[in-house]
C-alpha cells in the first residue's frame, strides 16, 4: 500500500515537449505539493494544494501548471519542456488542518529532457 | 537553502557514532524535521521536534535542539552500514504559510 504514489518513475523526452506527472495520496491527506530537486540534490518547493485551492505558488515558470481534480490527486503538467527542467519532481502530502504535519514523499520522477 | 545550513559530506565507521549537525535562521520555526534519502527514492522522515522542545530520543537517533543559537542535531547511534543516505534537516514557520524549508543534505558514508 504505497501512501503517496506519483508516476511516471522516469520520463525522457525532447525539448519542446509537453509532458504530465501524475501524483496521488491515500492517506486522507488534506495538502499536496510538487518540489523539484536538482542534480546537487537541492530541494524547492513547487507549489503547494489545501483540499484543492493553490496556496503556495513558488516562482516557477508558467510552463508548470498543477492540477488538483480532489484533495487525494496532484498532477503536474508541464509545456514546451527545456533543458534546464531535467530534474526529479518529488509530490508530497501533509495533514494540516489540525496542527502542522510532516511531508509524506512519493519516490520521485525523473525527468531527463534531451 | 539559504535558511537551512548543513556541511555536505560525513564519513564514520560503522558501530561508531554519527552526529549530523544544521543551523536555521527563523527564531519562528515551531518544527524542525530530519529526512532520510536513499539513492534512488523519495525522503522519509525519521524525526522532529517541536521547537518547545530541547531533546528528543527515539531507539538510535538522539535530537538536539539549541534555539538560542538555531542549532538542531541529529545523532545516530552504532552507525550501521544501512544508513548510508543523506540527510535533511528542514524547519517550518509561519512565515511563508508554514512552508517547509529544506536544508541541502548531509550525505553520510559509513564505512565497514
Known amino acids: 500500500d504505497t501512501a503517496v504514489s506519483q508516476t511516471p518513475k522516469y520520463l525522457v523526452t525532447q525539448m519542446g515537449n509537453d509532458k504530465s506527472i501524475k501524483c496521488e495520496q491515500n492517506?486522507?491527506?488534506?495538502?499536496m505539493y510538487w518540489y523539484k530537486q536538482d542534480s546537487k540534490k537541492f530541494l524547492k518547493i513547487m507549489f503547494s494544494y489545501n483540499n484543492k485551492e493553490l496556496i503556495i505558488n513558488e516562482t516557477v515558470p508558467n510552463r508548470f501548471s498543477p492540477k488538483s481534480p480532489d484533495k487525494a490527486h496532484l498532477n503536474l503538467h508541464i509545456n514546451s519542456l527545456e533543458l534546464g527542467d531535467s530534474a526529479v519532481y518529488f509530490c508530497a502530502s501533509s495533514q494540516e488542518n489540525r496542527g502542522v504535519g510532516p511531508l509524506h514523499f512519493g519516490n520521485g520522477t525523473r525527468l531527463t529532457v534531451t | 537553502g539559504e535558511d537551512v545550513e548543513q556541511s555536505l559530506f560525513l564519513s564514520v565507521r560503522e558501530g561508531d557514532s554519527s552526529v549530523i549537525n544544521c543551523t536555521y535562521t527563523?527564531?519562528?520555526?515551531?518544527?524542525l524535521y530530519w529526512y532520510k534519502q536513499e539513492p534512488g527514492a523519495g525522503l522519509q522522515l525519521l524525526t522532529y521536534i517541536f521547537s518547545n522542545m530541547d531533546m528528543k530520543q527515539d531507539q538510535r537517533l538522539t535530537v538536539l535542539l539549541n534555539k538560542k543559537d538555531k542549532h538542531l542535531s541529529l545523532r545516530i547511534a552504532d552507525t550501521q552500514t544501512g544508513d548510508s543516505a543523506i540527510y535533511f534537516c528542514?524547519?517550518?514557520?509561519?512565515?511563508?504559510?508554514?512552508?517547509?524549508?529544506f536544508g541541502a543534505g548531509t550525505r553520510l558514508f559509513v564505512k565497514a
Open positions: 492517506l486522507g491527506h488534506d495538502t
Open positions: 528542514a524547519e517550518r514557520a509561519p512565515r511563508g504559510g508554514f512552508k517547509t524549508i
Open positions: 527563523d527564531s519562528s520555526s515551531t518544527y
